[in-house]
């Protein structure tokens, strides 16, 4: 993912890669990421294209507040950092948040650290769009990480499922009125996905389904019949696929 202003073009060039979509650039594998043009002076950063999706959906941030919950190691923060969002990232693990930090300062970007439980996380402010990216049982990367569909037995995935219910309710109470909450998982389990959007707004009648229109995402990728994203492991299939997600926008009214 690059920041605003570079040359997709040129740089897909220069790297030998393909761009899938603005701002992205796809590389062939089995190269050393800290030796290619541009890591070093923060002109980019590795984040799968499926996952530069919930930031995307927020847009342009300039003069607004986002806060980031779980959001080491920092791809969507340093996405909506380049977006103008004024952000503030909110991640329980030290380490993960050291290189989250090293990822900012390497990219000339800036975000104000929290570290932090996001089941918890208050201080005392109200934010115009709160990204929540849930921990979760990770089946949806498994074309990089064959392994997570022999752990993510059906226990695993019931105790994902509890966990975001309690952080999506939590990150609800962060937005500003009028503002806007993007729920994403690396997950390919309805469990995780559609039925914890279908529950939240059952059970929060200030909230509503913020659909997500098909100009808003990528080539290739498409939103369901309520305005919701799900990326399937055939997506893109021809370009080296994507990783599984699930992703849904709410709006506070």
């Not at 030998?16 to 796809?26: F, K, M, N």
């Not at 994902?160 to 806007?180: C, M, N, T, Y």
């Not at 019949?225 to 599984?244: H, I, S």
């Amino acid at each position: 993912r690059f920041k605003p202003g570079a040359d997709i073009a040129d740089w897909a060039a220069r790297l030998d890669g393909e761009s899938l979509a603005p701002g992205h650039v796809r590389i062939p594998a089995g190269r050393r990421v800290v030796d290619l043009p541009g890591y070093d002076e923060g002109i980019w950063w590795v984040q799968d294209i499926a996952a530069t999706i919930p930031a995307r959906l927020l847009g342009d941030g300039s003069g607004k507040r986002a806060l980031d919950l779980c959001a080491a190691p920092g791809g969507k923060t340093m996405q909506l950092a380049s977006q103008q969002w004024s952000v503030g990232a909110v991640d329980m693990s030290e380490a993960r948040m050291a290189r989250l930090s090293e990822n900012l300062a390497r990219t000339g970007l800036a975000a104000e650290i929290h570290i932090a439980d996001a089941a918890d996380f208050i201080d005392g402010l109200l934010y115009d769009a709160v990204l929540l990216d849930a921990p979760c049982s990770a089946t949806g990367i498994f074309r990089r990480h064959p392994d997570v569909l022999h752990r993510a037995g059906p226990r695993v995935i019931a105790e994902a499922a509890e966990q975001q219910a309690r952080l999506i309710d939590h990150a609800a109470e962060l937005v500003a009125p009028g503002g806007v909450l993007v729920y994403a998982v690396c997950s390919l389990e309805a469990d995780e996905g559609e039925q914890i959007a279908k529950s939240f707004v059952a059970a929060h009648p200030g909230w509503r389904i913020d659909p997500v229109t098909a100009d808003e995402l990528p080539q290739g990728f498409s939103p369901d019949k309520v305005g919701r994203v799900r990326v399937r492991p055939g997506t893109l299939a021809d370009k080296g696929g994507a990783d599984g997600f699930f992703i849904a926008r709410f709006r506070r009214v």
